[in-house]
């Protein structure tokens, strides 16, 4: 299974253990580069004797995995992004075994990062170092181990479960003092910030000397930059390379790689950059278009067409001609696109792209629906152009959206026959959001349609400042900042670049509340004195929080694998707060990075009452009890 910005692989188990007569070679390893390739062992069918998963042996000897009557091991070779995920079967309930052998210099300590997808299990040199049976896709660096490597010759094993979809796991060592400054950054131009359900590219680079004969090349993969942190990707650089230049490089050529459906790997871009560059390399921007026509049934072009994202319902930007050929850029780098075209007098079509955006789009909408047009003011009557417009139908759907010319005139089109009404989000730069409901009248009356609604947008406030830690006082990317003026109204949301700052415009004037949100420290929420004359100056300091830990019981204590914990609301905001996990086989349940602020958490299983709590703050540990349905105690 797949999701918004992580990959779900399903649930893997990874050991490692001292082993004699291994077939493949010991092979040497670099900070911060994935392992492999891997022997792997499976998948073995979980056994009906009331042992499951992790608790099992399926080799006959697990410590030695070499004893007689062991599964045969099969040497991986180089996946389609790189070899350094280890890829297992997508059956249910299986459970996959993966070895290594590497050379370390010398006796030191490191840090064993794995990633897995379910349920995994780790021995080093014959010693169990980790294990969890958390439900998890997979993440980079998902479990972080302290372990010591022997001088020469060591041995990992990795033991993975899988409860559903497919399954994987992912390993590196890391210095101990963590992540050193990398050799190489990659940084993605115009990059969306959600990763959605795919592989990051991969990446090639080309090591050229000054008459550009290649020296050498580094080929990294889509798991390099996964994490639960999309911002990782987006606005700390994209991708970083550990490894050691060629001496006497003077160009580095980049290459962008993804798949399509069919597995095709193309290239994105490819340029040639003096090096060595202290600045960053970048990738990505106007190269990832599509382009073809836009007709009617009866094969007339259309020229008055537009685009827009429909995850986010952002415009997307397009050159069209007046006979409907169009160039579309903005596209997403890596999985699929789904995009909605729409014109005035037609119904809206929805399509999903996936790269690479090579063969020309022939795109045909059915006249219908209805239009909507108008035009967005400030306070002084004067347009405002670069407003984006959009207009949501039934269940809050995005239906078409718009960005205002100088004029500040808008068109929406492919609006539903069968509504009499839509809610109009109007969105400018140093204004305030507006939602605006626009009267269509009834289905019949096409007369009763407005066609001059004018959208009034009050002046907003703009606050600048920066995000660090507050252990370290490092600059902290990728954290969303968002205000709005009521809880059911439209808000404003920014993020902060690489160094921390931001910018968020269009708040409310006066007093207003500025949530700071990130997937790996405690939220915070401050309180601003904003003033329309000119721009507030804020300092937001994150700390990494403490979890909300326990377990999740039946009314006889035994543990509930698999319920679900998320937060209700925080400071009283419902859905703020995006926070889910699951309890494992022994029912316990960890919400990480939580705030000391009360909030309300709600529990659930199938087959179970839910249970709310409310005042729960970071560092509470608690037992929870979930009353069956149908108990007579509802």
Known sequence: MLTFVKLSLGHLVILLVATVRLAAAPVAFEWHTFLGPWEVSGPHEKRADGQAGLAADYLGGEAAASQPGCAAWTETGP?????????????????????????????????????????????????????????????????????????????????????????GALARL???????????????????????DAHLPRLRLEFLDGWGRSLGQAVTDGFRTMSRRPQDFVNTGGWRWY????????????????????????????????????????????????SGVVRGLDATGLGDVHFFDQRNGQPLPATVRPDGTFVLRGLRLTGDSTITVAAAGHLPANLRLRPPYTEPLNISLRPGGRSLRGVVRGPDRAPIAG??????????????SFVTGPSGAFGLGGLEQQIATVVVTADADR??????????????????????????????????????????GEALPGVVLFSREREDGPGVAAHSDREGKFRLSGIAAGKATVFALSPDR???????????????????????????????????????????????????????????????????????????????????????QTVVREGLKGGDVIDVVLTPRGSGKE
Request: glycine share 10%; proline share 8%.
């Open 431 to 472: 204004y305030l959001p507006l939602d605006a409901t626009a009267q269509l009248g009834p289905p019949s009356s096409e007369a009763a349609e407005p066609k001059d609604l004018q959208l009034a947008l009050r002046p907003g406030a703009t606050v600048r400042g920066e995000v660090r830690s507050k252990e370290a």
């Open 174 to 196: 890391l210095p101990p003092t963590g992540m050193a400054p990398p050799a190489v950054e990659v940084r993605a131009v115009d990059a969306v910030t959600e990763l959605g």
């Open 243 to 290: 490894g050691t230049v060629p001496a006497g490089t003077a160009r580095l050529r980049l290459g962008a790689e993804t798949r399509n459906a069919s597995g095709v790997t193309s290239v994105f871009h490819q340029e040639e950059v003096s090096w060595p560059s202290a600045k960053p390399l970048e990738f990505g921007g106007p190269v990832l278009e599509a």
């Open 522 to 608: 405690a939220p915070a929420a401050l309180e601003v004195e904003t003033d329309l004359g000119r721009e507030s100056q804020v300092g937001v300091a994150l700390s990494a929080g403490k979890p909300i830990t326990g377990r999740i019981l039946d009314p006889q204590g035994k543990p509930i694998r698999g319920a679900v914990a998320y937060i209700r609301s925080w400071k009283g905001v419902s859905s703020l707060l995006q926070r889910t996990c699951r309890s494992d086989l022994q029912g316990r349940f960890e919400i990480p990075h939580m705030p000391a602020d009360p909030c309300e958490i709600e529990f659930l299983a199938t087959g179970f």
């Open 79 to 167: 996946t389609s992004w790189g070899g350094s995920a280890i890829m297992f079967s997508s059956k249910a309930d299986r459970v996959s075994y993966a070895r290594l052998r590497f050379l370390s210099p010398k006796a030191q300590p490191a840090v064993l990062a794995l990633g897995a997808d379910d349920g995994i299990a780790a021995f080093l040199n014959g010693r169990q170092v980790y294990a969890s049976t958390e439900i998890s896709n997979i993440y980079l660096d998902h479990y972080r181990v302290p372990v010591t490597l022997l001088a020469g010759e060591n041995v990992l094993l990795l033991k993975v479960e899988n409860w559903a979809g497919p399954s």
């Open 387 to 400: 407003a984006v417009v959009t207009a949501r139908g039934r269940n809050g759907r995005v239906v078409d």
